[in-house]
Nanobody, 125 residues
Framework: QLQLVESGGGLVQPGGSLRLSCVVS????????MSWFRQVPGKEREGVSC????????NYADSVRGRFTMSRHNAYHTVYLQMNSLKPEDTAVYYC??????????????????WGKGTLVTVSS
């Protein structure tokens, strides 16, 4: 059983940057594909980025590609989401998620079994 705890959210002006962190405990991080999702109240949760250790690739949503970068530090059991050039439409609760490499499809942002409680990112002047 994995536990995921996000941090790093907050208020930032348009054009600014934030780095979200997700600390994973309970099992070996390298065995899981990791992802970030976000959700605005009243809308469906959407996939933002997904990193697969097996394939060595990261998939990004079109809306964030070129601005967001996902990375992982296995020794620290942590994954990160570096968010640059933030826009008001990036405002959302951001969730960290994990799933076994066998079940996850990073292309479809599917197959996640474990979720954090989220951290709020607000982009506003």
């Amino acid at each position: 059983q994995l536990q995921l705890v996000e941090s790093g959210g907050g208020l930032v002006q348009p054009g600014g940057s934030l780095r979200l962190s997700c600390v994973v405990s309970g099992f070996g991080l390298p065995y899981y594909a990791m992802s970030w999702f976000r959700q605005v109240p009243g809308k469906e949760r959407e996939g933002v980025s997904c990193l697969s250790s097996r394939s060595g690739t990261t998939n990004y949503a079109d809306s964030v590609r070129g601005r967001f970068t996902m990375s992982r530090h296995n020794a620290y059991h942590t994954v990160y989401l570096q968010m640059n050039s933030l826009k008001p439409e990036d405002t959302a609760v951001y969730y960290c998620a994990a799933g076994s490499e066998e079940n996850v499809s990073c292309e479809l942002f599917g197959g996640m079994d474990y979720w954090g409680k989220g951290t709020l990112v607000t982009v506003s002047s």
